[in-house]
Each structure stands twice: as structure tokens, then as C-alpha cells.
């Protein structure tokens, strides 16, 4: 068996089964669907490669939570890479802007997947950081 990346996908229930359909092949998953979740998971599983989070992560707490991931000196090495899943509140025009916060913030990216199908966002490569 080749080895798989690990994922903490920290991500509102919808948001999660997009993901899982985009990413079950490519990578190994762990779901979290709160803040405090994710924090300990991250504690608890030091083999996590890489973070993925949606906008809308325990009642539009990303930013919060990518801000306590950078500022924990363990955690902060695990690259973050936010993601827009679902259509939201948050209007197209603002991606931009929100993906200018989450870089300022630490962030890796912000890689807007909405509206794509699954198979369109893996042949896009848009969430393999």
C-alpha cells in the first residue's frame, strides 16, 4: 500500500461529504466539524500533513481557527490551506479579499471549489497543496 498524506478537514457536515468525494483517493481524511475538535485532534495525531478548512468551519470560525493553529508553536508547521466548498453568504466578489485574510493570517491558500463537481475539482489539482 503507498503511503497517503493525512488531512485534517475541518469542515460543516455538506462541506465535509464534497470533500471526501474530491479527496477519499488521493489522501487519508480526519473529519472535524468543531473549533475544539480540530484543536485536540491536532494534539492527539501528530501525523497530520495538511489542514484543509471551509469558510463556513464551526459557524464561520476559520479564521479563528487558523489563527490558534499558527500561533501553537507545534502546530503552526502543518501547512493550512483554507477552501470556499459550498456556495454561501459570502458573495464571489469577496473570495479575493478572503483570500488575501487567510494568507495574511498564515495560510497557505484559499482555493474557492464551488460549484465544481468532484471530478472537476481533482482534475483541477485545486486541493493537492
Given at each position: 500500500m503507498a503511503f497517503?498524506?493525512?488531512?485534517?478537514?475541518?469542515?460543516?457536515?455538506?462541506?465535509?461529504?464534497?470533500?471526501?468525494?474530491?479527496?477519499e483517493d488521493v489522501m487519508e481524511l480526519v473529519p472535524v466539524h468543531?473549533?475544539?475538535?480540530?484543536?485536540?485532534?491536532?494534539?492527539?495525531?501528530?501525523?497530520?500533513?495538511v489542514i484543509i478548512?471551509?469558510?463556513?468551519?464551526d459557524d464561520s470560525q476559520m479564521i479563528e481557527f487558523l489563527q490558534a493553529v499558527k500561533q501553537d508553536q507545534d502546530l503552526s508547521r502543518i501547512p493550512f490551506l483554507c477552501s470556499r466548498v459550498l456556495q454561501s453568504a459570502l458573495p464571489d466578489?469577496?473570495?479575493?479579499?478572503?483570500?488575501?485574510?487567510c494568507k495574511q493570517c498564515g495560510a497557505a491558500d484559499l482555493?474557492?471549489?464551488?460549484?465544481l463537481r468532484p471530478e472537476q475539482a481533482r482534475s483541477a489539482n485545486c486541493l493537492r497543496h
Amino acid at each position: 500500500m503507498a503511503f497517503r498524506n493525512r488531512a485534517l478537514i475541518a469542515a460543516q457536515p455538506g462541506a465535509w461529504t464534497v470533500l471526501l468525494s474530491t479527496l477519499e483517493d488521493v489522501m487519508e481524511l480526519v473529519p472535524v466539524h468543531s473549533r475544539n475538535d480540530a484543536l485536540q485532534a491536532l494534539k492527539d495525531d501528530p501525523s497530520i500533513d495538511v489542514i484543509i478548512s471551509t469558510i463556513a468551519f464551526d459557524d464561520s470560525q476559520m479564521i479563528e481557527f487558523l489563527q490558534a493553529v499558527k500561533q501553537d508553536q507545534d502546530l503552526s508547521r502543518i501547512p493550512f490551506l483554507c477552501s470556499r466548498v459550498l456556495q454561501s453568504a459570502l458573495p464571489d466578489r469577496l473570495v479575493g479579499k478572503m483570500r488575501d485574510l487567510c494568507k495574511q493570517c498564515g495560510a497557505a491558500d484559499l482555493v474557492d471549489v464551488a460549484g465544481l463537481r468532484p471530478e472537476q475539482a481533482r482534475s483541477a489539482n485545486c486541493l493537492r497543496h
